[in-house]
């Protein structure tokens, strides 16, 4: 056993301690009842609503929505109902849940790294991971990047297992396919990484030439372990919405944001996509939404395709580019609706996060490539699963928020650059 070897529980054991102590602390500091009608006031007022059993409801309205994906509205329902004997302050209780789940996520992403590219590689990513600056800053804002984190590095966990394919099980798979669609319950854009894992188990079939069978048993297990999660959400549309709902109605907003005539590349409260229809005033107005703006977004994309060319490229810069990566200090302060932070203390902040985010990019872009060139199944999971993750938002409006999912994959792929050979890897993990 290698020094590093040796090393990485320990290491380990005391990231996961720090990144826990970090958010407490920041979480203990910023939490506070969000100000105005943004995403985190919404979502506290579906937890409310959701502990108090009224289910998935606009609570200003008391009509059922599924106007968001269901995963975090629901996660914060649970947490609201199980805290209420404990404390009044949802806010509170919910940030030190995400502080937990934001340490548990440094020792997952330690294992895939192990499972990537060994020993040292963990203890780099783990460290990363428990002191990266905005993912610090998300443990107190109330917003699903925190929980959908988690729950993607559980499943890439599951899927890589202990060695690549050889203990791809039926179980595991299935398992895979679970976590996947809890994610996505929270984030719809992991359906984009299905095809991704599924050709990475078609590549290690082909090396390992074994049958078409080989594949098809654990393809159609992860399938119908992310279907366990998303049908009976869809049910639940049907019946309350009384219409077919697969996971929420904003996608027309996003869309028609993203495409109309007078779009930018970045989010907009833009006129032309108002509608005489109104998603408070009850599931037929919710749908009847989105579906119109669906349909006009489709037509600004049919009337000028070429500007899409342009448009692409102003929501990559919007997400990547422009505001660096410190956006989880916005939303702690309802951005900026409750400045409590103060200009000079959020600005000083702010150029950690984006000095720490300029590296994590540049390291992690580096480490793609080198794993691309090893061309292991495993890793091309891994790149192509950060590619998708990154790529399906810019079909919609650029937002530097929708890029934190992709950061702790960059960070794992930043780590891996300093691992030994690939065939030299060990492939246990840390746990």
Known sequence: MSRADRALRPVVAVAAT??????????????????????????????????????????????????????????????????????????????????????????????????LAGAGAAMVAAIALAVYPNLIFHSGAILGETLYIALFLAFAVAVLGEQWPEDLTLRRALASGILLGMAVMVRPISLAVVPVVIMAWWLSTRQRSSGASTLLRPAAALLVGVAVCMVPWSVRNLIRMDTFVLLSTNTGDNLCIGHSPNATGAFSADPWCATDHRFLDGPPAEVGADREKTRRAIDAISADPTREFWLTWRRFWFMWVRDGDHDGLLAVQSYRLDPFLGADREASLARIADVAYWTVAAAGLAGSAALLRRRRPEDLFWVGSAVMTALVPLLFFGDSRFKVPVVPLLIVAAATLISRPAGDASRSSPG
């Open 18 to 115: 720090v990144g826990l102590g970090l958010r407490v602390l920041w979480v203990l500091w910023v939490t506070r009842e969000p100000t105005g009608m943004v995403d985190p006031a919404r979502y506290l007022g579906y937890a409310r609503a959701i502990a108090d059993g009224h289910g998935f409801i606009e609570p200003w309205s008391g009509f059922p929505t599924a106007y968001y994906p269901p995963g975090y509205p629901w996660f914060l329902g649970i947490v609201a109902w199980v805290g209420q004997p404990f404390s009044s302050d949802l806010p509170l209780l919910i940030g030190l849940v995400q502080a937990v789940l934001g340490a548990a996520s440094v020792v997952m992403g330690a294992m895939v790294a192990r499972r």
